[in-house]
């Protein structure tokens, strides 16, 4: 059901309860992201269940199988947005303040709900 090149499924999946769950469009985006970037991009976050969502205090966007966070700072982080907008991820979120290994994009690829979510977008921690 898992299979690809370049992320494991224990990178994907959530670290509370180790389910996986992750959009086929999605998970081709990324492989784009990571074919493009040309080398290894560490996850820090993929699919979060409820319960973790809920226990770390994070939106619910990790739940719906279509979003991830990437380690990955300064340079290479602004090469990396440039190569997910060109992927079609539509919500970046930015967090490069604080501790190196702290530093990560957020990358989403939901649809627009009008009046609610808007996209494309991007943000700041």
């Excluded at 086929?24 to 820090?44: A, K, Q, Y």
Aim: hydrophobic share 35%; net charge neutral.
């Amino acid at each position: 059901m898992f299979a690809n090149d370049y992320f494991t499924k224990e990178e994907l999946s959530c670290r509370c309860c180790g389910k996986i769950h992750f959009s086929d469009g999605t998970l081709h985006r990324l492989i784009g992201v990571r074919e493009r970037f040309n080398e290894p991009m560490v996850i820090s976050s993929g699919y979060r269940c409820p319960a973790h969502c809920a226990k770390i205090g994070s939106t619910m966007t990790h739940t719906t199988e279509q979003a991830v966070d990437v380690s990955v700072a300064g340079g290479r982080a602004y090469e990396l947005l440039g190569i997910a907008i060109e992927e079609v991820f539509t919500d970046i979120g930015v967090k490069q303040k604080g501790a190196q290994k702290g530093r990560f994009p957020h990358l989403d690829d939901l649809e627009p709900i009008p009046g609610e979510r808007i996209r494309p977008t991007v943000w700041s921690y």
